[in-house]
Structures are given as structure tokens and as C-alpha cells.
């Protein structure tokens, strides 16, 4: 009998200890302390409660802001420090991070740009991000191998039927503006003309890292309309007859060879 009030106890301390963490979780992201989490504080030393809780807070929310000043390198020097800093603690008040690892935080800041009123006048920003957000993703991930993949073989076996698939760790992005421009020219070691004509207009992108540099590469039309129909995951018969205009049995074996496609 014993044994099970101390199990019962054990269980509801538990309970309370993981709805604490919870809600210390949600307190640190308002813009205002909680009078329930600050109760829960005990007093130390000359600071008060309400005290210590805010130096947390702001430790925290600080580290994510770095966090997020770095990955966004780009972006904070387009529109500056102080406003990259208040767009910034407005995402993370608002945005829970899913791992222990700032490094993979920060995926939906492109997102949240892209319907953040004060960046609207620099319509291109939230594009941008998205470029950062890409490079970042190549960098840290695996490194893309040169394909020893037969296609022949591939090709031979399942015929029309076989389905290729974009390499792990290579991205596709397509922006109305010049963002490869915006992103070459706000480099550190970028040299030249600093300005970017808009008027440009679109790109489409490839992002990959093939080795220790993450390459930015332009896309033709074709080339888009190719990798975007691999994505989709169609069949190889299917994408000849969408895109006859192409020559894909030239095409594809120098993706194999660059390491884009696998099968």
C-alpha cells in the first residue's frame, strides 16, 4: 500500500514538474513576465524572482536572435541591425524551436518575412531568406558524391517505368527577383558594382555542395522544368512525353556524373 502512494506521488510530481516546464517554455516567449511562472521562483540573493526570470528570458531569446543574425547574414545587412533585431525577436517570441540545436533553427523565418508589414517595401527579402535558409541546409548537410549510378543499367531494367530522384542535400529556388545577385554582392569578400539592377528580373536556382563549397548555380527554363518534374517524382516515361523538346537521354547522364540525380 505504501509502495503504490510513493508510485501515485512519484506520477503527479511528475505531472506537475513536466505542466511547470511547459508553461516556462510558453512564458519565455511573452513579451511580459507570468505572474504563475514567477510565483513558482524561489527568492536568491538580491535579485527578485521576476528579476532572474527576465535575464533568462532575454538570455535566451538573445542566443536565438544571434542565431538567427548569423544564418541571415545577408538579410540583416539589407535592412540593417536594429531592425533585423526587432523582426527577429518578433519570430522567436513567436516560434518555438523543435530541436536543442540553434543551428537547425530558424527554417520558418523566410515565411514569416515574407507577411512581416515592415519588410514588404523590400519585396525581394523574403526570397532571399529562403536562399540563405538553402545554403545553410547544403553546408551542413552531407556532401553530394559524384554518381557511380549505372542509369544504362537503370534504364534497361525498368525501362519507362524507372524513376529518378533529386540527390540528397540539393535544392531548387525560384525567385521573381535577382536574389543570386543580392546574395553575391552582400558577401564578405564580394568586389565590384555593389548595386543590383532589378529590373533583372527572376531566377531559378540550383543549391548543392558537391565538395567543401556550396555552389549557387542558374538554371535555364529546361533545366528547371527537368528537375522540377524529377521532383515531382514522375516516371522517366512520363517526363519524355511532357518534355519532348528535350534531349533527356543526352541530358540526364551528365546530371548522374555531376551527382544531382540518383535512381
Same mark, same amino acid.
Given at each position: 500500500?505504501?509502495?503504490?502512494?510513493?508510485?501515485?506521488?512519484?506520477?503527479?510530481?511528475?505531472?506537475?514538474?513536466?505542466?511547470?516546464?511547459?508553461?516556462?517554455?510558453? /512564458?519565455?516567449?511573452?513579451?511580459?513576465?507570468?505572474?504563475?511562472?514567477?510565483?513558482?521562483?524561489?527568492?536568491?540573493?538580491?535579485?527578485?524572482? /521576476? !528579476?532572474?526570470?527576465?535575464?533568462?528570458?532575454?538570455?535566451?531569446?538573445?542566443?536565438?536572435?544571434?542565431?538567427?543574425?548569423?544564418?541571415?547574414?545577408?538579410?540583416?545587412?539589407?535592412?540593417?541591425?536594429?531592425?533585423?533585431?526587432?523582426?527577429?525577436?518578433?519570430?522567436?517570441?513567436?516560434?518555438?524551436?523543435?530541436?536543442?540545436?540553434?543551428?537547425?533553427?530558424?527554417? !520558418?523565418?523566410?515565411?514569416?518575412?515574407?507577411?512581416?508589414?515592415?519588410? @514588404?517595401?523590400?519585396?525581394?527579402?523574403?526570397?532571399?531568406?529562403?536562399? !540563405?535558409?538553402?545554403?545553410?541546409?547544403?553546408?551542413?548537410?552531407?556532401?553530394?558524391?559524384?554518381?557511380?549510378?549505372?542509369?544504362?543499367?537503370?534504364?534497361?531494367?525498368?525501362?519507362?517505368?524507372?524513376?529518378?530522384?533529386?540527390?540528397?542535400?540539393?535544392?531548387?529556388?525560384?525567385?521573381?527577383?535577382?536574389?543570386?545577385?543580392?546574395?553575391?554582392?552582400?558577401?564578405?569578400?564580394?568586389?565590384?558594382?555593389?548595386?543590383?539592377?532589378?529590373?533583372?528580373?527572376?531566377?531559378?536556382?540550383?543549391?548543392?555542395?558537391?565538395?567543401?563549397?556550396?555552389?549557387?548555380?542558374?538554371?535555364?527554363?529546361?533545366?528547371?522544368?527537368?528537375?522540377?518534374?524529377?521532383?515531382?517524382?514522375?516516371?522517366?516515361?512520363?517526363?519524355?512525353?511532357?518534355?519532348?523538346?528535350?534531349?533527356? /537521354?543526352?541530358?540526364?547522364? @551528365?546530371?548522374?556524373?555531376?551527382?544531382?540525380?540518383?535512381?
Amino acid at each position: 500500500m505504501e509502495s503504490h502512494e510513493k508510485q501515485s506521488s512519484s506520477a503527479a510530481m511528475a505531472l506537475e514538474l513536466c505542466h511547470l516546464q511547459s508553461h516556462f517554455q510558453v /512564458a519565455i516567449r511573452k513579451l511580459h513576465s507570468e505572474p504563475t511562472i514567477i510565483s513558482s521562483i524561489s527568492e536568491q540573493g538580491v535579485l527578485t524572482s /521576476a !528579476e532572474r526570470f527576465d535575464i533568462y528570458r532575454a538570455s535566451i531569446i538573445g542566443n536565438h536572435i544571434k542565431a538567427l543574425r548569423e544564418l541571415y547574414c545577408v538579410c540583416d545587412k539589407l535592412v540593417g541591425p536594429d531592425f533585423f533585431t526587432a523582426m527577429a525577436e518578433l519570430f522567436v517570441v513567436n516560434t518555438e524551436s523543435d530541436s536543442s540545436d540553434l543551428g537547425e533553427y530558424g527554417s !520558418e523565418f523566410p515565411n514569416f518575412i515574407s507577411h512581416f508589414p515592415p519588410a @514588404q517595401s523590400l519585396a525581394y527579402l523574403a526570397d532571399v531568406a529562403r536562399l !540563405e535558409w538553402c545554403w545553410h541546409l547544403a553546408y551542413t548537410g552531407p556532401e553530394i558524391k559524384f554518381a557511380a549510378d549505372d542509369i544504362k543499367r537503370a534504364t534497361e531494367e525498368l525501362g519507362d517505368s524507372v524513376i529518378f530522384y533529386l540527390a540528397t542535400n540539393l535544392y531548387l529556388l525560384r525567385s521573381q527577383h535577382p536574389i543570386h545577385r543580392i546574395w553575391e554582392v552582400n558577401q564578405e569578400d564580394a568586389s565590384g558594382e555593389e548595386v543590383v539592377d532589378l529590373a533583372l528580373g527572376g531566377v531559378c536556382l540550383l543549391i548543392w555542395r558537391p565538395e567543401l563549397d556550396v555552389h549557387i548555380q542558374i538554371l535555364t527554363q529546361d533545366e528547371w522544368e527537368l528537375l522540377t518534374s524529377i521532383a515531382k517524382g514522375l516516371n522517366l516515361g512520363t517526363i519524355c512525353q511532357e518534355l519532348a523538346h528535350l534531349d533527356i /537521354a543526352l541530358i540526364l547522364p @551528365q546530371w548522374f556524373q555531376k551527382g544531382w540525380l540518383t535512381h
